[in-house]
């Protein structure tokens, strides 16, 4: 098993960044694919990027390609999602979460869950 502890949210500017890490607890975690998802006010949870094992497989949704970056480090049971440019839509509650592999998207297939990580960017 693997508990999820999500932190870095925050508030801030359009155009701002900001880092999210989710650290991992489990013997498990570098033998897992993650994946972080976010849910705004209002709306469906949705996907935004996953990692694999390795780190070197990443997947992203359209919107945040070219502004989010995932990354892990295996020695530290950490994953990250670095945003740049962030803009007001971006503004949700970011959870990281167990993958099956880095092309599941559904949230509804995802194997653990952190508490999530409230991110609002003001314009």
């Known amino acids: 098993q693997v508990q999820l502890v999500e932190s870095g949210g925050g508030l801030a500017q359009a155009g701002a960044s900001l880092r999210l890490s989710c650290a991992a607890s489990?013997?498990?975690?570098?033998?897992?694919?993650m994946g972080w998802f976010r849910q705004a006010p209002g709306k469906e949870r949705e996907f935004v990027a996953s990692?694999?094992?390795?780190?070197?497989?990443?997947n992203y949704v359209d919107s945040v390609k070219g502004r989010f970056t995932v990354s892990r480090d295996n020695a530290k049971n950490t994953v990250y999602l670095q945003m740049n440019s962030l803009k007001p839509e971006d503004t949700a509650i970011y959870y990281c979460?167990?993958?099956?592999?880095?092309?599941?998207?559904?949230?509804?297939?995802?194997?653990?869950w952190g508490q999530g990580t409230q991110v609002t960017v003001s314009s």
């Open positions: 990692i694999n094992l390795s780190g070197k497989t990443t």
């Open positions: 979460a167990v993958v099956r592999n880095t092309l599941e998207t559904n949230p509804g297939r995802a194997i653990y």
């Open positions: 489990g013997r498990t975690f570098s033998w897992s694919n």
